[in-house]
């Protein structure tokens, strides 16, 4: 029977190995980005133009050709890049604040990539005419600039003449951070009213490596009238092929608070905030394109705009390409009135929580100037507030262990009648005044405070990047030194032949507190239970050792505060019993 349970457990503990790794986030973003650098794609290796998505409702625009060299540069504090004039597209962005990885020299992330390249994610603006035998801008129509670059102080016109009469412009101007102005303005001098559908659009080339796992949305993200639209890529395809190419779609109209939504990764965004004086539709599309895969996130007026004989229609957009920072999507959303644009940022079904406790780490890594402190120091504020109820939880647990003999006395006499048992159980409990469910309790209290720290962790851009001290110099990382290569003396990974060959310094210590919390508590009585329990710090080693570095060192340090709460609690246990007895024996 033993050997079964033994089994038994031992199959629980691979369980635990897969089902982490399948849920967890993936973190080796480096050997991701080389396998796609090399991987034989048409888009990859032959670069060719790829058809455009028109917004619903219109027709197909032309396949465009591929960049040109007319192009006007962008160069603001945050990001530079520049503007193809061959379609008006904003297609090359690179931000200056970060880097792909830590290493010197590593280029800085790119969010915007030209459409004959690997990657092509784009940015376009545009008019769809309400009758055929109005000629509007294209993806190959040449636009002209009235200044020789786009910065923050100087924003730039492009213009094109349709040669009957209506002079179509996009007046484009950048803040210091990440955020594009679109006016889209259209001057008719062709003596008859014209009738437009303005649009804009984010394109997406290929279908892209998600790293998040389930803790993070990565595709198509949307709020349009006040209601969050998360897809996947893969959901997108599967509904726009049961839809003619449409995944979703949804109507905001026109008022103070308004529409966004884009193409969002683990910590990068690119979006369109559309005009709020006009109501507008929002869709997600997708296009097969040969394999390489278009997805295409847009919106369009919900009626045609007239534009009379001698006027001029102008709509007002705006264009999101850059990092995910908490505090400047809540900006955005202040100034420009974007609905809940700060759910850019996947905190999940526990925002009301996971996003206080974010707050409270951005303050402290304000205060002590490293992200790891702020978290260790996070861990000592909540162990602090929660002591009174782990005070509770050991008094249960030691309740329990007194009446441990008279329970397994209770099983022997009732071997085989599972209700008497039961019964006499329930019975003990009440006349001793025990509760085998208040040591749970209590941790159950903490584990919704622990998880949305562990979610925050996971996807907030504020760790990206950020130190520790030692070897660790990046905490959203795993722990870079592996037992397997002698901790660098050996030149080579091991983790090459099995991701399961990597175990980092961080991960062992792990292991050693998981062993030391072991030993403050008795074992379990159930010998198949005890073995598993001896084993599970070697388990919990190998599932963390290619998770980051700050989830690794946050349980070390919540290990070692729980010792040292149980240390003390039974310290003053026995300075109280010792008391009593003392008092009794005065008396």
């Known amino acids: 029977m033993d050997n079964k349970r033994l ?22 973003r480096v050997h991701q980005q080389e396998a796609r650098s090399t991987q034989a794609t048409p888009a990859a290796d032959a670069p060719r133009p790829v058809a455009e998505l028109a917004p619903p409702g219109t027709q197909p625009a032309p396949i465009p050709p591929p960049s040109s060299d007319k192009r006007l540069p962008i160069t603001a504090p945050r990001m530079h890049g520049s503007i193809d004039l061959v379609g008006a597209r904003l297609d090359d962005l690179l931000l200056t604040d970060y880097r792909e990885t830590l290493k010197p020299g590593s280029p800085e992330v790119r969010v915007l990539e030209p459409q004959d390249r690997k990657q092509p994610n784009i940015v376009q603006l545009g008019w769809s005419a309400a009758a055929g035998d109005v000629k509007v801008p294209t993806g190959s129509t040449v636009w002209t600039a009235d200044q020789p670059g786009l910065t923050v102080a100087r924003p730039v016109t492009l213009s094109w003449d349709n040669g009957a009469g209506l002079l179509f412009q996009i007046v484009l101007s950048v803040d210091r951070d990440f955020m594009f102005t679109a006016e889209q303005r259209v001057r008719n001098a062709s003596g008859q009213p014209v009738s437009l559908y303005p649009w804009s659009r984010v394109s997406r080339s290929y279908t892209p490596q998600v790293t998040g796992g389930y803790l993070v949305h990565e595709g198509p993200v949307a709020v349009v009238g006040g209601r969050l639209e998360e897809m996947s ?16 779609s949804a109507v905001q109209a026109a008022g103070p608070d308004g529409a966004w939504g884009g193409i969002t990764d683990k910590y990068w965004l690119t979006a369109i905030l559309p005009d709020r004086d006009h ?15 278009v997805y295409q996130v847009d919106f369009i007026a919900q009626s045609a705009l007239a534009v009379p004989a001698g006027g001029t229609l102008d709509t007002v957009s705006h264009v999101f390409a850059g ?5 400047l999507l809540e900006a955005y959303q202040s100034r420009l009135h974007a609905t809940d644009f700060w759910k850019a940022v996947d905190f ?16 402290l890594n304000t205060a002590l100037g490293n992200f790891g402190l702020a978290l260790l120091a996070f861990t000592l504020i909540v162990k602090t507030l929660f002591f009174p109820l782990a005070i509770k939880q050991f008094r249960s647990m030691a309740k329990m262990k007194l009446l441990a003999p008279k329970m397994q006395a209770v099983r022997e006499r009732h071997k085989g009648d599972a209700v008497a048992m039961n019964t006499e159980m329930m019975q003990l409990y009440k006349q001793e ?5 208040a040591g749970c309790l209590p941790m159950l209290v903490q584990v919704p405070v622990f998880w949305c720290l562990y979610k925050d962790l996971v996807v907030t851009i504020e760790m990206r990047h950020a130190p520790f001290f030692g070897w660790i110099r990046d905490l959203s990382e795993p722990d870079p030194t592996n037992v397997f290569n002698l901790f660098g003396l050996l030149p080579f990974d091991p983790s090459v032949l099995s991701p399961f060959l990597h175990l980092g310094v961080w991960p062992i210590v792990l292991g050693g507190t998981m062993l ?32 980051p570095a700050g989830l690794v060192i946050y349980y070390c340090w919540n290990n070692l505060l729980t010792v040292t709460q149980q240390w003390l609690i039974q310290r003053r246990t026995r300075l109280a019993g010792g008391a009593r007895r003392v008092s009794t024996v005065q008396n």
């Open 433 to 437: 005044g025990a509760n085998p469910a």
């Open 348 to 363: 999940g079904w526990f925002a009301f929580l996971t996003k206080p406790i974010f707050y409270v780490l951005d303050w």
């Open 516 to 547: 030391l919390m072991q030993r403050m508590n008795p074992p379990p009585a159930d010998p198949a239970q005890a073995r598993l329990f001896q084993i599970m710090p070697l388990i919990f080693m190998f599932v963390l050792a290619r998770q």
């Open 323 to 327: 990092a995910k920072e908490v505090h």
């Open 233 to 248: 890529y893969t959901s997108l395809k599967s509904h726009a092929a049961e839809n003619n190419g449409v995944g979703w």
């Open 7 to 28: 089994l038994l457990a031992f199959v629980i503990s691979v369980a635990i190995i897969l089902g982490f790794e399948r849920l967890m986030p993936t973190q080796n």
């Open 279 to 293: 109501p507008m539709t929002g869709s997600y599309r997708y296009d097969a394109n040969a394999g390489a895969g």
